[in-house]
Nanobody, 131 residues
Framework: DVQLQASGGGLVQAGGSLRLSCATS????????IGWFRQVPGKEREGVSC????????YYADSVKGRFAISTVKSEKTVYLQMNNVKPEDTAVYYC????????????????????????WGQGTLVTVSS
């Protein structure tokens, strides 16, 4: 069964750094698109970043471009989101999700594709940035 476990959230001061992890299991770590999303209560979920295994292509929302970096460690079957120069507006619950059809990242964030539900999402990790 596909499982994703997001972790690494916590309290960090504005301008600081944090690294989120998305540990995966239940699928071959060769063909996937894995995305990070975030959500603040009462607001819509926002796509943050994505990486596609087929070509290593990545996507970043404009709000995090230049500050966040997504990467993978194949041996660990883990996807990381390095968050640098964090801002109070980065405060949210962060989720990771996987699509084994491994579509180009842009399709998910333009609304032309979507990640499956249920087990294809991690449980979320809370990031709080203090000003």
């Amino acid at each position: 069964d596909v499982q994703l476990q997001a972790s690494g959230g916590g309290l960090v001061q504005a301008g600081g750094s944090l690294r989120l992890s998305c540990a995966t299991s239940g699928f071959h770590f060769d063909g996937y698109s894995i995305g990070w999303f975030r959500q603040v209560p009462g607001k819509e979920r926002e796509g943050v970043s994505c990486i596609r295994s087929k070509d290593g292509s990545t996507y970043y929302a404009d709000s995090v471009k230049g500050r966040f970096a997504i990467s993978t460690v194949k041996s660990e079957k883990t996807v990381y989101l390095q968050m640098n120069n964090v801002k109070p507006e980065d405060t949210a619950v962060y989720y990771c999700a996987v699509d084994l059809f491994a579509r180009p990242c842009e399709l998910y964030y333009s609304g032309r594709a979507s990640y499956p539900g249920g087990d294809y999402w991690g449980q979320g990790t809370l990031v709080t940035v203090s000003s």
